[in-house]
């Protein structure tokens, strides 16, 4: 469990926002691995099956409980939003290179987990699972155009937070 | 202004993927090992039917195929016992009643035509003018409390 806990947390937590949340996704996945520990113990790739275990698990909780408020949430981002965002490339090679090492990485997480969920958790998908925007769009159920713009203002927003001193 | 698309997304490709995974809070080693041990000293019958002893199992699924064909036995008893006149006068009390309930919310009906053609079209404009402009009205609450609410 030592070895996998990190990763497993991290991958829930990124994808959630949210550290409780993030816990309670790790500590189902850790059962279900107890559960196949026979299966697993020997096993070469039982990172991978983690990693896909707590991806999958966490992904059906975000679209669970997107489910809940998905109506007055579209309302509200179709207000909120234009079409496609504007922006001008923002973010130059040396983004936050005054900071140490730790600072940035945490000022970066922050910023993640700032970013609201329909932007958050394609752009998590995509940049730390390496998914395909076809199989993100499948997973959470939204169309590709919507996906694709969502992830572009993912990354907009999280350019703009990284600009700033 | 998909070449911008793409450097960004190349840039943030880097950005991300020079994050080190982050770490897990000190206690959820011992969290995870207490719910394994909570859950290993539960009862059998208490866990999923898959952790249930395997003569249990057997004698569950006998028990159901039981409880099946007496919820059938039954079934038929009913059907040939309706059949039965006494029974069936013991039913034609409550069949009374459902037909002068009927009888009577038919005459209400009638009444509120009646009554619905006697108001002025007016007014009943006006009172769905009302209506509607009160679930708008509660709809826009309800709308202001979650964006309060979710901020």
Do not use: C
């Amino acid at each position: 469990m030592r070895a996998y806990q990190n990763m497993v947390f991290s991958t829930a937590a990124r994808l959630t926002g949210n550290d409780a949340q993030a816990q309670d996704i790790t500590q189902e996945t850790f059962l279900k691995a107890y559960e196949n520990f026979d299966m697993l113990r020997q096993s070469p790739t039982a990172g991978g099956w983690l990693k896909t275990v707590v991806t999958r698990m966490t992904v059906n909780y975000i679209v669970r409980h997107r489910n809940r408020w998905r109506f007055f949430a579209d309302l509200r981002r179709a207000e909120a939003e234009d079409d496609e965002p504007d922006f001008d490339l923002p973010v130059p090679d040396t983004t936050l290179a005054d900071l140490d090492d730790a600072d940035r990485h945490e000022r970066i997480e922050q910023a993640l987990q700032g970013l609201p969920d329909h932007q958050r958790v394609p752009l998590v998908l995509f940049h730390f699972e390496d998914m395909s925007y076809e199989d993100i769009a499948r997973q959470l159920r939204i169309s590709l155009p919507k996906l694709k713009t969502d992830i572009l203002r993912g990354r907009v927003a999280l350019a703009r937070t990284l600009e700033r001193p | 202004m998909n070449e911008r698309h793409d450097e960004l997304e190349r840039l943030i490709g880097r950005v991300l993927r020079e994050q080190p995974l982050r770490q897990a809070p000190p206690s959820l080693e011992a969290r995870v090992l207490g719910e394994i041990e909570r859950r290993a000293a539960l009862p059998w019958w208490r866990k999923s039917f898959a952790y249930w002893p395997q003569l249990a199992r057997v004698a569950l699924v006998i028990a159901l195929i039981g409880v099946v064909k007496l919820a059938l036995q039954a079934l038929v008893w009913l059907t040939m016992s309706v059949r039965s006149s006494q029974v069936a006068t013991a039913i034609e009390q409550p069949v009374d009643w459902i037909h002068t309930a009927s009888s009577v919310s038919r005459s209400l009906a009638t009444a509120a035509e009646a009554l619905v053609y006697a108001i002025p079209p007016q007014w009943l404009y006006l009172g769905l003018l009302l209506g509607l402009a009160m679930y708008v009205a509660l709809f826009g609450v309800g709308a202001a409390v979650y964006r309060t609410l979710n901020k």
